[in-house]
Structures are given as structure tokens and as C-alpha cells.
């Protein structure tokens, strides 16, 4: 299962990474992506990437801030996330499902099998 890391409080303008890690499996390629949840909105779509991480997919409110993308590790993903706001304020987290596809990442949340705990990310001054 996915597993967050990095969250936390930062000022206005600030970055913050975050890192999800597909824990206990090994064997099987993941494509991962991050999503966020505040009380107004249910698992709004961060970034998503390919298991190849080729193919990557940004949220509009990320876009041009944020960058999605895999580390050396296998199955582990970061999320660097720059010019925070406080509307960036949510609780932000990793998903992932088993895929054999290249060059093909799923924005939809409903398309992933595994989640993460989450971590909050406070953007305050």
C-alpha cells in the first residue's frame, strides 16, 4: 500500500515535497498519482504519472507550480510542490493501481485501488 511522506507546514510562496512508496509489493509496476481533499472537495486530482513515467497528467490548480515524478527507487513517486498557497491547504493523498501500459497515467480517482493514509500540507503564515 502506499505509503506518504514530507507533509507539513509552510509559509505562503514556500515548496514542499512530498514522497509516496508502494510498501510490502515489489513485484508489479504501479502507475501513482497524488490527489487532495479539504472539506469542500473529495479527492480533487493533483498529478498522475505512468508506471514508465512517461506520461504525466496535472491538475489545473498545479499547473506550472507543481511537478509530479519518479524517483530511482522503484514504485516511489515525489510531488515538489513550489509558490504554495493557502488554498493549497489539504490533506494530499498517494494512490496507485497496477499497470502494464506505457505512456499512460489515470487522472481519475476512482480508477485507483490503493491509497495512502494521507498527509497534511498547511500553507499559512
Known amino acids: 500500500h502506499p505509503v506518504e511522506s514530507g507533509g507539513g507546514l509552510v509559509q505562503p510562496g514556500g515548496s514542499l515535497r512530498l514522497s509516496c512508496t508502494i510498501s510490502g509489493e515489489t513485484n508489479s509496476n504501479y502507475a501513482m498519482a497524488w490527489f487532495r481533499q479539504t472539506p469542500e472537495k473529495w479527492r480533487d486530482l493533483v498529478a498522475a504519472?505512468?508506471?514508465?513515467?512517461?506520461?504525466?497528467d496535472v491538475g489545473d490548480s498545479a499547473k506550472g507550480r507543481f511537478t509530479i515524478s519518479r524517483a530511482s527507487a522503484r514504485n516511489t513517486v515525489t510531488l515538489d510542490m513550489m509558490d504554495l498557497r493557502s488554498e493549497d491547504t489539504a490533506i494530499y493523498y498517494c494512490a496507485a493501481r497496477p499497470s502494464v501500459l506505457t505512456g499512460v497515467a489515470y487522472p481519475d480517482a476512482t480508477s485507483y485501488a490503493y491509497w495512502g493514509r494521507g498527509t497534511h500540507v498547511t500553507v499559512s503564515a
Open positions: 504519472i505512468s508506471w514508465s513515467g512517461d506520461r504525466t
